[in-house]
């Protein structure tokens, strides 16, 4: 019996074009209650990243594709393929890396491994909707002299911030603080520098601010304004906006507030003509205003959600959807009075005629730093199998 350990070394998000670096290890564990012990031998081990793509074949009619076709190496039980026995395509794959051959273990012995491999900068990001899925997953396959290949799959997510790609790092790095008690590999130090720049740009587009005032108005007439600061946030942040009521001439008696994502599939790829666009409320404000001159909201956008991104079968952006209940009759009629005594009671109407309408504004949603996104993946650093 031989465990293998895959651990991912800094969290299970990345950034495309980042270096994904995890440490094998291969353990023949030494049980206290075994009278008898031998050494293990495994014949080869190897690894390749790999992105599955999924589809609801209700929305989405995908062309045939060559990865689809019978794979006659995909039934011997000897090649490594990483994506056997899942459902999907293969959309994206590295090489494959071998990690040795030949491994012998004593009894208690492990020895360990280190792979590396830079994510492709032009890939998809990890997104699971209601039509699409991309998967991305570490596949380590191993084997025993003449024993079928076992497969150790580790998942992971992938976050894509456009514009990295196009960044040349300058050729000389003696201007680049650096620490001289430190040596780098050329590679950690790329890496490194990819993140930080990341963070630069994302800090750089969300923190620009300028006043986005909207005119709240239904047929009827002027219901109010709406304030916004800025329209483009990274994961994790908050969005935060303001009403003004006391200038409108239609009473608003409640409004609710849902931040949402549009899923959408291109044209030429949908199942059926005019299909309907898919929706996800990741949070909501509900209030009821009647008599409130001002109100505000913050809806938090969560750190495990997917920022806007576009492929060529799929487009995801964010948007706020606004819902208002507003008075058919005029403000002075809202209320009753209750008595006539000196305790002056006021007391709603029981019934009341209203309007309701909607309005959706658009907003742009960036990625964030992977170590933060890490914090609340729902993927571990290590996984396990024993073979």
Known sequence: ??????KL????VFLAGEVL????TFTNPLSASSTSASSEMLAWASAQIHCQFHTSENRVALPPSEGSKHDVQAENETVFVPN???RGQCILSTPPKILFCDLRLDPGESKSYSYSETLPIDGPPSFRGQSVKYVYKLTIGCQRVNSPIKLLRVPFRVLVLHGLKDYQFPQDEAVAPSNPFLEEEEGLKKDSRLADLATELLTVATSRRSLHLYNISNTRGKVGTFCIFKTMYKIGEDVIGTFNFS?????CLQFSVSLQTEESIQEEFQRRRGQPVSFSTHARHQEACLHTAQ???SLPIPLSSTPGFTTNIVSLKWRLHFEFV??????GTCLVRGSQSEAVTWTGVEQMEVDTFSWDLPIKVLPTNPILASYVSQFSSTNSITI
């Open 1 to 6: 019996m031989i465990e293998v350990l895959a």
């Open 9 to 12: 070394g800094r969290g299970p």
């Open 21 to 24: 670096e995890c440490v094998i």
């Open 84 to 86: 056997r026995g899942e």
């Open 247 to 251: 200038e409108g001439d239609i009473p």
């Open 295 to 297: 109100s505000s909201f």
């Open 326 to 331: 507003t008075s058919g009759e005029s403000a």
